[in-house]
């Protein structure tokens, strides 16, 4: 069996499951969609008893019909046995009257490695299709991204990457755990600019004529490890239903019954997965969208207008320091019944003008489905407090914006069950979060202020964090916007060369 894959901005051009994973983002810029997703539901009652890994499979089967049934075992084996720290993988905790998916046990302590442990061994499978091919990956991150991507591809044979992070827009620990990484097939490299500039940088490279035709006639593809690439947002789909069947097994729900999600979004990756789980059958009522202060998607589920026109905030939760939601295209492509014309006329008005406004009925089809609002730092620090002081609980800043997003739509709206997302370990963010908890924090190193918040709240602080302090910083290389594409290519001729 195969699923047929095409372009958000042209339904014309369609690849396989394999290519599609291979290639990342179809060659006009669009990303790969399948118009068929959703077709059949999957059958609820067959996850009742399954493990996360068990999970995975059969809905991996479903996704990526492509590989086949013990590529799938393998890829997932391989992802996820003994690389996070409790089997569970994405453990349900309920904290007082919240429950939080947790989805940062895995290598980087985010919740990119769910997606990423598993595209490169996707990745590798489809390569094995092509005897000579080599793969070039591009990684734009917003500094979760780039570590996942560096754990999840290192050492794989044939596989090189490079990841770029916006200098100065990352925590610091989240730089190190770049800066340090050691691996023969990568590199890391620091961009001035925001991520939105190193996003769009790799982008338009995809798209540049006289890059491609460089690299025409050689052995070489050019991929992503975003979330833009689907065998990344596949696995994603997987942690919603394993949170639901959570709830079904502790009777907090009956199965069928629908639940909210509320998702602290950037990208829209993680948001997306959620919709598409929905789209699979999965009771979901409403998917609540989580922003912080750089907030056009709130602007665009309220308004239907999506406008990158606006200042750009650093905020206390710089993942989501994020002005263009890439995903958000596949949003479109599905909410306008896939005239991909339509998505492609919007997509290169966002670019040439920096905004789009979608028809009226269409906005109203989907506020069924989403809620949009955004929490500002103040509030974030807020939401720290209280829940460590009700529930001793301690959230990240991404995971506090969506925590207190969904109180307020409690508040106002319904107050149905809703699991919140939680996307990062406190440890990655503990600057915000001491401050949170202590008012004033000690002006020291990163790892005296991890032990500090771990002695006060008493909670471990993850492994591959601490052992970051030893490790020597071996990439010190800073980029101009302008020298991105020659790095690239030399890069790349470097990859060529190897045996
Ligand atoms: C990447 C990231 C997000 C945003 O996820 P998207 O899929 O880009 O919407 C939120 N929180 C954390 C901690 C992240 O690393």
Excluded at 1 to 12: A, E, F, I, K, P
Excluded at 28 to 45: I, M, T, Y
Excluded at 393 to 400: G, L, Q
Excluded at 443 to 463: A, H, V
Aim: proline fraction near 4%; charge should be positive; aromatic fraction near 10%.
């Amino acid at each position: 069996m195969t699923n047929v894959w095409n372009s958000t901005r042209n339904n014309s051009i369609r690849v396989s499951t394999k290519t599609a994973i291979l290639q990342g983002l179809a060659r006009d810029g669009g990303l790969f969609v399948c118009s068929d997703l959703g077709k059949n539901k999957l059958d609820l009652e067959r996850f009742v008893l399954k493990n996360y890994s068990q999970m995975a499979q059969s809905i991996l089967k479903e996704l990526l019909p492509d590989y086949t049934e013990s590529e799938i075992a393998l890829a997932v084996q391989t992802a996820y046995t003994n690389t996070f720290d409790t089997k569970e993988v994405t453990p349900l905790v309920r904290a007082g009257e919240a429950y939080f998916l947790e989805l940062f046990h895995g290598p980087t302590s985010a919740f990119k490695d769910i997606g990423l442990q598993l595209l490169p061994q996707l990745m590798s499978f489809s390569l094995q299709e092509y005897s000579d091919k080599k793969v070039m990956i591009l990684v734009a991150t917003s500094g979760d991204t780039g570590k996942a991507s560096l754990e999840g591809f290192q050492n794989i044979p044939r596989i090189a990457i490079a990841v770029f992070y916006p200098k100065d827009g990352t925590s610091q620990i989240q730089q190190l755990q770049m800066t340090t990484h050691r691996a023969n097939n990568t590199a890391v490299f620091a961009l001035q600019g925001t991520f939105d500039d190193a996003q769009s940088q790799i982008k338009a490279l995809f798209c540049d004529s006289t890059f491609q035709q460089r690299f025409a006639q050689m052995p070489i593809t050019f991929s992503t490890a975003n979330s833009i690439n689907i065998g990344r947002l596949a696995p994603q789909i997987v942690y919603y239903f394993y949170a639901y069947m959570q709830l079904v097994k502790q009777r907090a729900i009956t199965l069928g019954e629908e639940i909210n999600f509320c998702i602290p979004t950037g990208n829209f990756g993680n948001a997306l997965a959620g919709y598409y789980a929905r789209r699979l059958g999965l009771p979901i009522h409403k998917l609540l969208i989580a922003s912080n202060e750089n907030h056009s998607l709130t602007d665009f589920f309220q308004t239907g207008i999506y406008d990158r026109r606006r200042t750009f905030h650093k905020t206390n939760s710089p993942s989501m320091d994020i002005l263009i939601s890439s995903n958000l295209e596949r949003l479109l492509y599905d909410f306008s019944e896939h005239d991909s014309a339509y998505v492609a006329t919007l997509m290169n008005q966002l670019d040439k003008e920096g905004f789009y406004r979608i028809k009226q009925p269409i906005v109203k089809q989907m506020q069924k489905t989403f809620y949009a609002d955004y929490c500002s730092d103040e509030l974030c620090k807020q939401a720290i407090r209280e829940v460590f002081t009700r529930s001793h609980y301690v959230m990240d800043p991404h995971t506090a914006v969506a925590y207190k997003v969904m109180k307020r739509y409690q508040k106002r709206k319904e107050s149905r069950l809703c699991v919140v997302l939680s996307t990062a370990s406190p440890y990655k963010f503990s600057q915000t979060v001491c401050e949170a908890l202590y008012g004033s924090v000690p002006q020291t190193d990163e790892f005296t202020r991890m032990q500090f918040l771990s002695e006060k709240t008493g909670t471990p602080i993850p492994k591959n964090l601490v052992a970051l302090q030893k490790k020597p910083i071996l990439h010190k290389t800073e980029l101009t916007k302008a020298q991105l594409q020659k790095t690239v290519m030399q890069l790349t001729d470097q990859l060529l060369l190897q045996k």
